[in-house]
């Protein structure tokens, strides 16, 4: 059994049957507008299998268009190569007349264009039309997740309170040995940094101001983002990925439950309410790091390390840490929970939907993490 994993909405399953037969069960809108599967796959499948028929399955099949068609010519074509007889029973009648109309008339010699190499500026256009699609996807599903919440605000969201119990404690308080160590070890390769150049100018004791500043500002807050982007943000796609193969979010949008609002904004409340805790963890941690360094390595005393650290951290930086830490929180819960919920039908599938939203939550956590040090510079911050 194969499958193409081409576009979630438009899927393809080769499937033996008992009596040297192929199955194609087709499934999803087969349109134009959508990146269709190849027939290549089925020509791939001819040659390890060798079947002496073929048959449609369309069940599942929930629009189609010219796009479903040339499909088909081009399966038949390769049939009829290969001398394997195809059942057209299980086609939808509107197509087996269109098949055999297009049968019944033959091609005009010339009638094909030859493929004409496009232009760079037709090329970017189509580039840009391309990403239309993801981008009104991702406007689509935070406008979703703005109506749960709102319905949140007045005390209408249902979603279970024991979930989101659960769902802090896994991304909260088992989230902590991870970022223990990540953070200590950034502190002490920050003040090992530091040490080494500033110690040629006789200023070692502002190492300190260093390590405190630098956590608390940035890599405290991003640091620790991407550690969850990596932990929890895979693990919430991969959940409401393996919901959706298993088709419980089917099922809970039949019992008239909103998965956005039973699955998705409990998971949301659950990292927005752990970032900005975690981020100060991760800047105790790093400041404890290289104070380790301050105190072993370049024999600084405890307390003056201290009070230089208290001297060079404001609370206007621990402020603008801890915001940033709860917008990178929302990124990556929007990353993981919208790739589960676009996650396709089979297991390879949701495996594909972990690795991208960690793909999508880094990418968007270093985004914002450039923003807002252009932002907090022109403001003064």
Known sequence: MAQDPSLPGAEL??????DAGLMLRLSGPWRLHANLPSPGLVAREFESAQPRQVAFDTAALTGWDSGLLTFLLNVMELCQQRAVSVDRGGLPTGVQRLLALAEAVPERKGARRDEVQASWLARVGTAVLNARGPMLDVLGFVGQATTA???LFRGRARFRRSDLMLLIQQAGADALGITTLISFLVGTILAFVGAVQLQQFGAAIY?????GIAMVREMGAMMTAIVIAGRTGAAYAAQLGTMKVNQEVDALTTMGISPLEFLVLPRMIALCLMMPLLCLYADFLGILGGAT?????????????YNQTAGAVHIGDLVGGVFKAGVYGVLIAIAGCMRGMQCGTSASAVGEAATSAVVTGIVAIITACGLFAVIFYV???
């Open 149 to 151: 919440f709102a319905k």
């Open 13 to 18: 399953l080769l499937a033996r049957t008992g």
């Open 379 to 381: 403001l003064g911050i």
């Open 293 to 305: 360094v301050g105190v072993g390595m370049l024999r600084l005393a405890p307390l003056v390390y």
């Open 207 to 211: 190492v300190a101001d260093l390590v």
